[in-house]
């Protein structure tokens, strides 16, 4: 089974930082990996995949990227509303979620 | 827009069984693999469960081997989740999830969550 590893757990910035959140893969997943955000009390939405890829809609501050096994998110000049969980995903072998990254306001 | 609604959930005892059901608002999903993915505060999203879109390949998360069975009707746009043997671990919020790629028999990416129904593992 391919194991997912994200740090930092928890996150705190302030609106208009640039954060970074890694996942690391305990396998090579190449580039089948997707990130999520999760506000309180809904379902997660998708906004990267293959790595690097934006979802329609996603805000252009997102970005991802990486290789094999290790991948990051990018978020540019953090708004409010980005405060929240982000999970990644790997689909090289069945499905894997990391534990999550929680955001919050410094 | 494709809508998911899961039902089915709720208080059962240990050991008891509980059918999970999702239905979609459109026949879109009929082309699309599909999958159950819990939630709960101490484990995180875990994969649970996923099926082709044709019912054909059927692929589950060892925790769950054994004891759940997942299966589709694309007539009736509906995915369900049959779960028996069940245990306190198996307490979690369970969505219905829309896998992406049409026509595939692997799993990928997800791009359509239901809200999710909660299961309830407990004496």
């Known amino acids: 089974d391919i194991q997912m590893t994200q740090s930092p757990s928890t996150l705190s910035a302030s609106v208009g930082d640039r954060v970074t959140i890694t996942c690391r893969a305990s396998h090579n997943i190449s580039t089948w990996l997707a990130w999520y955000q999760q506000k309180q009390g809904q379902a997660p939405k998708l906004l990267i995949y293959k790595t690097s890829i934006l979802e329609r809609e996603v805000s252009s501050r997102f970005s991802g990227s990486g290789f094999g096994t290790e991948f990051t998110l990018t978020i540019n000049s953090l708004q409010p509303d980005d405060f929240a969980t982000y999970f990644c995903?790997?689909?090289?072998?069945?499905?894997?979620f990391g534990q999550g990254t929680k955001l919050d306001i410094k | 827009e494709l809508h998911l609604e899961e039902s089915g959930g709720g208080l059962v005892q240990p050991g008891g069984s509980l059918r999970l059901s999702c239905t979609a608002s459109d026949f879109s999903v009929k082309h699309y693999a599909m999958h159950w993915v819990r939630q709960s505060p101490d484990k995180g999203l875990e994969w649970v469960s996923g099926?082709?879109?044709?019912?054909?390949?059927?692929d589950y998360a060892d925790f769950v081997k054994g004891r759940f069975i997942i299966s589709r009707d694309n007539a009736a746009k509906s995915l369900f989740l049959q779960m028996s043997s069940l245990r306190q671990e198996d307490t979690a919020l369970y969505y219905c999830?829309?896998?992406?790629?049409?026509?595939?028999?692997?799993?990928?990416?997800?791009?359509?969550w239901g809200k999710g129904t909660m299961v309830t593992v407990s004496s």
């Open positions: 999830v829309k896998d992406t790629d049409p026509g595939s028999v692997s799993f990928y990416y997800m791009d359509v």
């Open positions: 099926i082709s879109w044709s019912g054909a390949k059927k």
């Open positions: 995903q790997q689909y090289e072998s069945y499905v894997t």
